[in-house]
């Protein structure tokens, strides 16, 4: 497999909105993580490419919206009203998960990409 590639990440204020992408190989279910250092990696968003079904962890629901392009292999992550709480590494990766639910859980993830800093300040 390809390591998938991230980008999109940087510096914002709080309120602000950052658009990531992620080229990655086309799989069934496909998700966005985040860790910060000394703290375990975490799920954000998964999002099942053939139903286009998605899931979002509780704190980021109503402000991320996870997306693809299957035409470009592209995986995407709007984020809107970024609080400081945000400011993370953020990684995509291919689930080997058969539901939405199950692939925010980070030992699923069969392969990462190496990650887009994300910076909220307030």
């Known amino acids: 497999q390809v390591q998938p590639v991230e980008s999109g990440g940087g510096s914002v204020q709080a309120g602000g909105s950052l658009m990531l992408a992620c080229v990655i190989s086309q799989y069934p279910f496909m998700g966005w993580f985040r860790q910060i250092p000394g703290k375990e990696r975490e799920g954000v968003a998964v999002i099942a490419t053939e139903a286009g079904s998605t899931f979002y962890h509780s704190s980021v629901s109503g402000r991320f919206t996870i997306s693809q392009d299957s035409a470009k292999n592209t995986l995407y992550l709007q984020m809107t009203s970024l609080k400081p709480e945000d400011t993370a590494m953020y990684y995509c990766?291919?689930?080997?998960?058969?539901?939405?639910?199950?692939?925010?859980?980070?030992?699923?993830?069969?392969?990462w990409g190496r990650g887009t800093q994300v910076t909220v300040s307030s």
């Open positions: 990766a291919a689930l080997g998960v058969g539901t939405v639910r199950a692939g925010l859980r980070p030992d699923f993830a069969d392969y």
